[in-house]
C-alpha cells in the first residue's frame, strides 16, 4: 500500500500561481507514473498532468505552457507548478501513482482560482 499527501492547494487571484506537493510514503516514482488528476462537482475527474518513471510528460490541452509537473526520486515527492491560472481551474486537485491497473490515489488538495 502507498500513501500519497497532497499540499499547497488554496485561494489565488486569477493570473496567480501555486505550487501543488505530493509525498509518496514509498520510493515508488522508479517504477510508476505519478499523475495530478483534478475534479468539479457533477464531473468526472480528468487527467491534468503525468510523469512516467523514465520522466516523460503528458498535459491536458487547456493547461499546457500554464502547469508544469516534476519530481524529486529522493525526496518522493511529485508537483505540479501551477501558473497563470484562470477561475475554470477550480477544483480538488489529486495526486495518483499509476502502474498498469495498480491506482494509489491522495485525499485530494482544493484550488479555487477567484478575485
Known amino acids: 500500500q502507498v500513501q500519497l499527501v497532497e499540499s499547497g492547494g488554496g485561494l489565488v487571484q486569477p493570473g496567480g500561481s501555486l505550487r501543488l506537493s505530493c509525498v509518496a510514503s514509498?520510493?515508488?516514482?522508479?517504477?510508476?507514473?505519478m499523475g495530478w488528476y483534478r475534479q468539479t462537482p457533477g464531473s468526472q475527474r480528468e487527467l491534468v498532468a503525468e510523469?512516467?518513471?523514465?520522466?516523460?510528460?503528458n498535459y491536458l490541452d487547456s493547461v499546457k505552457d500554464r502547469f508544469t509537473i516534476s519530481k524529486n526520486n529522493a525526496e518522493n515527492t511529485v508537483y505540479l507548478q501551477m501558473n497563470s491560472l484562470k477561475p475554470e481551474d477550480t477544483a480538488v486537485y489529486y495526486c495518483?501513482?499509476?502502474?498498469?491497473?495498480?491506482?494509489?490515489w491522495g485525499q485530494g488538495t482544493q484550488v479555487t482560482v477567484s478575485s
Open positions: 514509498k520510493n515508488i516514482f522508479n517504477i510508476y507514473t
Open positions: 510523469i512516467t518513471s523514465g520522466g516523460s510528460t
Open positions: 495518483n501513482a499509476k502502474l498498469y491497473n495498480v491506482l494509489f
